[in-house]
């Protein structure tokens, strides 16, 4: 087993980069509420980090050793080794090339959902990523951290039926509204030669190039239903991925997400639950219970059979942005966890989809790895905003005590110019990158497939996706109503498709900084809808 991380991952306590000061020998705190806290979503890696550079990177990885961060996902530069093993086997580029996705939806190909979408990987790519995953290495062993690599969970590219025209594989079923177009992956069978195969040679090649902590990640079936559900085929399946990592890492142990058993519980009941889990030896697997905060799956799983599991505070999905969160849960879920019959939880974890919002709840679920019974929230939050503005404002802190009793206490959920081909070649990888972005946060897939999913509050996005949509809507409405004609759906939903088509391809330019003075702007905003408010309010009471 590994050890547990050292205090050493708290001793920078500035707020730049640890590299370029002193490093200040701090207290260690007297204990923690568990082994690990966590860190990353598989689907983040898309959502938040997938356009980041080397000193976004640094900063969050400080922030993580500032925060006591010890287990984070580190999966930057995979493909590149993944297209090392595929050529070595037989597979040609282009086969390569077809199966790789772009990179703003690489997440969902490492996990079998998607192939093809949005690619494929420029050579380019894979080079910058491979030197990243360096650096990031680099950085959180430095600072205590244990790096979680991935692990070959099963998938195949179609060129490998090629290869080898006797491999026994399956094809799995379509992934949310996606067709087999860009879906449908290949799956080996767990006792196909192959399996062990691919999945030690790719391993041995991961660790060579980056090393290891022997931690390691893999999904199968992450929204996809499996082909059986024999309680045999399904523990063959688990057995063989962890084979797959021994063989390569005799210290392997396997970090996989519980999503799917809250994702599709019609199917993983009690037994095909079991079978799963039972299919690695006990202790050999640590499960991520993902969305704890609001559907905790150990209860459901008596401690998920005996397997470690991590409390994971979920809250957010495909990035979006809006205040919110369920503190009052996120409070009591990890002491409610610890002190379940028979409990076997090793640690909490922060995995949302996507970040860069709702600082406060963040703050609040890190300080929690590190206390051994719930807050006062009341108080804490006071102290919060203290902390956050640097000094102690009545006004702020009664801001905040609103925040907490209302979106915080959620019960729910030009011509002939530079003509080099390295020019144009660089051109034309960034007009790819752009469509890669701009298709995640609006169609989700070529024709709408998971729409708006990752909607973000971004002002391009308000004035040329958003509000032209809205605008289309009215009219068709006041024009259905001068004219008498009903509304037609179908011809709607196939028009606005075509403007939002155009947002993506539009080509123009948004700014990257923001602009204006926020306080003047509130002020504006606050001066217009406060009086009608009050009058609402007034009418209202009479």
């Not at 993944?82 to 939806?105: C, K, M």
């Not at 963040?362 to 956050?388: H, I, K, T």
Request: proline share 6%; aromatic share 14%; charged share 20%.
């Amino acid at each position: 087993m590994i050890s547990p991380s050292v205090p050493s991952a708290l001793r920078c306590v500035t707020p730049v980069s640890c590299r370029s000061r002193p490093y200040v020998t701090v207290p260690a705190p007297p204990g923690s509420l568990s082994r690990f806290r966590y860190y990353q979503n598989v689907c983040a890696q898309s959502y938040s980090y997938v356009w980041w550079d080397w000193p976004r990177w640094e900063r969050e990885i400080d922030w993580m050793a500032l925060n006591g961060i010890n287990l984070a996902l580190a999966f930057t530069g995979q493909e590149a080794v993944w297209q090392r093993v595929y050529l070595s086997l037989g597979l040609n580029q282009s086969e390569i090339d077809e199966y790789f996705t772009g990179p703003a939806f690489l997440a969902w190909n490492r996990m079998g959902n998607l192939h093809t979408w949005a690619g494929p990987l420029p050579l380019s790519w894979n080079l910058k990523q491979l030197y990243l995953q360096y650096r990031i290495l680099e950085r959180m062993r430095s600072l205590g951290m244990i790096p979680v690599l991935p692990a070959f969970a099963g998938h195949v590219p179609r060129g490998v039926l090629r290869v080898f025209p006797r491999i026994n594989v399956t094809q799995l079923r379509s992934w949310s509204k996606f067709d087999c177009t860009y879906s449908c992956a290949y799956l080996l069978d767990p006792g196909d030669p192959m399996f062990q195969v691919i999945g030690t040679l790719f391993l041995k090649e991961l660790i060579r190039e980056f090393g290891t902590d022997h931690i390691y990640s893999a999904d199968t079936f992450n929204e996809m239903r499996p082909l059986s559900s024999d309680p045999a085929y399904l523990s063959g399946v688990s057995a063989a991925v962890f084979r797959s990592m021994t063989g390569a890492d005799p210290d392997a142990l396997w970090l996989m997400q519980g999503w799917l058993f809250e994702h599709e519980p019609d199917f993983w009941q009690p037994a095909q639950v079991q079978a799963l889990l039972r299919g690695v030896p006990s202790g050999r697997m640590i499960v991520l219970d993902l969305f704890a905060e609001s559907k905790p799956m150990y209860q459901q799983t008596e401690s998920f059979y005996g397997q470690p599991f991590i409390w994971c505070m979920l809250h957010n999905f495909g990035g979006n942005h809006g205040l919110f969160g369920m503190v009052e849960s996120i409070n009591r879920g990890p002491f409610d966890a610890r002190r379940f019959p028979n409990s076997t939880l090793v640690g909490t974890g922060l995995a949302p989809e996507g970040i860069e919002q709702n600082d406060m709840v963040y703050e609040l679920m890190s300080e929690l790895g590190w206390r051994w019974e719930p807050l006062d929230l009341q108080q804490w939050v006071a102290n919060y905003a203290e902390r956050r503005y640097g000094t102690r404002n009545a006004e702020a802190a009664g801001a905040w005590q609103l925040l907490l009793r209302s979106v915080y206490n959620c019960s729910g959920l030009c011509v002939n110019h530079n003509r080099s081909p390295l020019v144009r070649r660089a051109d034309e990888e960034a007009e790819q990158y752009d469509l890669n972005a701009r298709n995640q946060v609006t169609l989700w897939g070529p024709n709408g497939n998971i729409l708006d999913y990752a909607n973000k509050q971004l002002g391009g996005l308000v004035l040329d996706y958003y509000r032209v949509r809205w605008s289309l809507f009215v009219s068709v409405l006041v024009e259905s109503l001068t004219t008498g004609n009903p509304f037609h759906q179908e011809q709607f939903n196939q028009a606005v498709l075509q403007l939002e088509r155009g947002f993506i391809y539009n080509g123009k330019r948004y700014p990257s900084q923001p602009a204006g003075d926020t306080l003047e702007i509130v002020r504006k905003i606050f001066l217009k809808y406060y009086p009608r408010a009050m009058r609402r309010g007034r009418v209202g009471a009479a």
